[in-house]
């Protein structure tokens, strides 16, 4: 497994690969790696001849208060879990590397940031798809692969893909969960014994909001509030949000129709946690 | 010569002609092609194997009151030149084509544009680095050749490159002048004869700051008075910006160095010209 630090390398590499017809997947990352990103590594090897790795704490995403400093690092570990599951190259650059001195430009997509996280998280997502365009010219993959636990994030990549007519096949990969249901994430190191029990709200609360859905509840607000009611009697959570919305435009909506979005984000102590589903009719209804 | 009139068609293009190994100059336009433009056309044609021009007309690079409507078009014209120069293939994509409906992305350098034509036209290089962008997805060329009288375009486009990482390389080419010194300019077709003579005032004017700068003078501020006065001295001519300014930041001098750009926009009746020039020391001083 190659290791590169510096853009020119890794667009040398890149240029290697694809002139000796093969093709590329990345999955671009902010290291700590668990089993939701050994995932899409998966899925991007099945897709593509070479596999590339991201691993950039990408200070541009975080915001003056949040947890950049903090945000859980580590290297080795991430190196050996990227071997085992077939990594051909990993890419690592600085933050110095990323963005030299005097770098002015950024890439804004407008209207799908102003809901959701992005509403707490201001200048989030222009962090998010500058540093993925500038990936993306690095690296010139065919295929990129995001999890659909970040599903604003993928929402708005795709979007800037197709806007920007970049060349490149975005695929999202269902969010992978702990045996328990919590959805898996690097911020979840950050919680107590006691926290993550109440963590494991958020998805119960989805599959109540998705209960409710099928014994035939349309209005929104309804669930909205049973969502909330049932988070807040965990101890240690705050909602930051609580979204029924449109999946392609992520605009709130009234009425609840098959497909539609419930995207949550959740202080638990400390941590700040985001869960998703789209409302799907079961079958069986009632039972799941 | 290829007439293309999609992005898909112009990607598989550009895809087959780097698969074949050969290179690829892209020479973007917005129509009406005159001696300028062919000049970029021949330096891109020196640089790579294959020669692409794009023409379109950009509407979100022109502002409310401009002259989108009015900016003069001659496709058939253009297509004879085009292929009098030995371009290879020629895409046109229509307004739709390039921004479909639900467009929300741009890219956007921060700094550069707060400068010179930035000032009176805002949001004129968002527009511009946002379909250069796209333009760069869907022809995917190795060069790139823009006229260094749009000096802060070529500007604007270098910082975007280097900023995004993109594996392009950005020709700048000496700007072309009709044999009486006027800049070549598709607004130029906009002219009475009147205003026309008017006009050489903007190239005269660069030329009158360079004699003071070779004589001696170093203060920004006298220079720009003495071109201020020499362009009003024209009938029909109103200044828009006269700027000595660092050729790399675009930011504001007040003593001039060899290298200082010297940097004009004026309305010569109702049509905007621009012209530029770099202070150089002569070697015989005075003589020009």
Redesign the interface.
Known sequence: MEIIKT?KQM?QAA?AIRTGGESIALVPTMGFLHEGHLTLMRVGKEHCDRLIVSIFVNPTQFGPNEDLEAYPRDTEGDLRKAENVGVDLVFMPSAREMYPQG??????????PRHLCGLSRPGHFDGV??VV??LF??V?PHVAVFGQKDYQQLAVIS??V??????IQIIGVPTVRERDGLAMSSRNSYLSAEERQSALSLKKSLNLAERLFNEGERRAQAVKDFVQSYILEHPHTEIDYIALCDPVTLEDVNTLTEGTLVALAVRVGKTRLIDNARLRKQKKSKKQ
């Open positions: 853009v667009q240029h770098a002015q430009t950024s890439v804004v997509v407008k209207d799908l798809t500058t365009a500038k010219h690095m010139n979007r800037m197709m806007d920007l007519d970049m060349d």
